[in-house]
């Protein structure tokens, strides 16, 4: 609106020295363009959007007591306007009639100017009864004091509108679109049975919908409750909607939608992924019958060697492994989801459990096939360097032998056996490792 100002003014005559005729003119100049903004601004109050949702709105809360407050604000506004009008009107008139205008014209002049020369009624500077006395039958204004009014009431009231039509513009678009997506989400989560009350997912949807519709309502009779001013911003409207219950409401709603999404790809995949469970419960089965066969075998062929127990087979596991394709027959989607992912760890730990127990129980077989192989690579190394017809290198040989071929076969004693072969062999081998100066025979002396 114009730019508002403020000037001294004093009863019974002009204030300040008497103007002119070109500051008369100038001055009439201004207020006329204050005139023409001022106008254009009211006009552009009466027309916004904000205002007229505003007026036709059943509102509530601060909201409403705003709005009752800056419907007074704006009617003061327009009596304001009409006697700045009227005041101005009277004033060009006056100096129209006098192209030459006498010293009284000037000081005439100057006092419409620049005194206390608008008369308001109290119809229009007080619409409400005034609760400090007895009410006023009218007020006296300057020009300038009146534009320094009714600037102040017009930028409360556009903040008062503005603030309210941010808000409408903001956040029932989104509450709608959101509402769009959880109805398709609902729809989504009863094809695959999460329904209120049988489902935790479903009982939070209901609870969302019900958030939403609230929110809603809320925000439509109350849009002013949903406004966070920007600190230190005097500007109308200044600061931004406030959209926690809405953020709230759509992070909880992503949550389910990508819980029912999930629920979804089981309903696609659960055949295939049924049957890769059973295929490696069966993996696991026949490696746990595997090691129960090492280990009877071991038992029978080891001696004096722990060998861990052998589980049995995971029923457990195929119990709820025939559950969850019960539940695949009944299409009961939202309890199989979170069964399967529990049934795809579980199979993987029991498969690696059961090969950790082939392995354990086998470990004595392992041994005695490492000690079986060096015994025999020894022997071919003593056979290469000629040595094949040492007597107590065959007689080592021989021994280690008939401790690894036979059964029971004691480790640890056919273990020292390789060991005493190895020795005897390195002895007779080292001698021979120089080389140019020729083997030495270590019978030599006998």
């Known amino acids: 609106m114009g730019a508002a100002g403020s000037s001294p003014s004093f009863a019974g005559g002009p204030p300040g020295p008497v103007m002119d005729r070109d500051e008369v003119d100038r001055a009439m100049a201004r207020l006329g ?12 109050l009466q027309d916004h959007a904000g205002r007229r949702l505003l007026e036709g709105a059943e509102l509530t809360g601060v909201t409403k007591d705003r709005w009752a407050s800056t419907e007074q604000a704006i009617s003061l506004l327009w009596g304001y306007f009409d006697a700045y009008s009227a005041a101005l009107e009277d004033t060009r008139e006056l100096r129209a009639g006098r192209r030459w205008p006498s010293r009284d014209d000037l000081v005439e002049l100057t006092d419409r100017l620049r005194g206390r020369s608008v008369t308001v009624a109290s119809s229009a500077a007080h619409p409400s009864p005034s609760i400090n006395g007895p009410a006023k039958l009218s007020e006296q204004f300057t020009l ?19 603030t309210a039509d941010s ?20 729809s989504l989560a009863h094809s695959v049975g999460v329904r209120p009350g049988e489902h935790p997912s479903g009982d939070e949807l209901e609870s969302i919908t019900h958030e939403l519709s609230t929110l809603r ?14 600190p230190g911003s ?10 926690d219950r809405y953020d709230r409401a759509a992070r909880a709603l992503e949550d389910i939608r990508r819980e029912i999404e999930a629920v979804l790809r089981v309903r696609q995949d659960s055949e295939e992924r049924l049957i890769r469970l059973r295929d490696v419960l069966s993996r ?14 071991v038992l029978a062929k080891i001696a004096a060697s722990e060998v861990p127990a052998v589980s049995g087979p995971p029923t457990a596991l195929q119990e709820r492994l025939a559950t969850a394709a019960e539940y695949r027959r009944h299409s009961q989607w939202n309890r199989l989801s979170p069964l399967l992912e529990s049934l795809e760890r579980e199979a993987e730990d029991e498969l690696m459990r059961a090969r950790e127990s082939l392995t354990a129980v086998t470990a004595p077989l392992a041994v005695r096939a490492e000690l079986r192989g060096r015994l025999d690579a020894y022997k071919a190394k003593v056979a290469r360097h000629g040595l094949a017809e040492d007597p107590l290198l065959i007689e080592r040989y021989d021994a280690a032998r008939r401790m690894l071929w036979s059964a029971p076969c004691d480790l640890r004693v056919a273990e020292q056996a390789v060991l005493r072969y190895q020795q005897a062999a390195a002895e007779a081998l080292g001698p021979r490792q120089p080389g ?8 030599g002396d006998s």
């Open 33 to 44: 363009a204050e005139h023409e903004a001022i106008e254009t601004s009211l006009l552009a």
């Open 144 to 162: 300038e004091e009146l534009v320094a009014r009714m600037n102040e009431l017009y930028a409360s009231s556009l903040d008062m509108v503005v």
């Open 167 to 186: 808000v409408w513009s903001a956040l029932p678009a989104r509450i709608d679109l959101l509402s769009a997506e959880l109805q398709r989400t609902r």
């Open 217 to 230: 309502a809320q925000v439509i009779s109350d849009p002013l409750a949903f406004w966070r001013s920007a």
């Open 234 to 243: 005097s500007a109308p409207g200044g600061g931004r909607p406030d959209t």
């Open 284 to 297: 696991a089965d026949r490696t746990l019958t595997e090691a129960r066969s090492a280990r009877g075998e």
């Open 436 to 443: 140019p100066s020729g083997p030495n025979d270590r019978r």
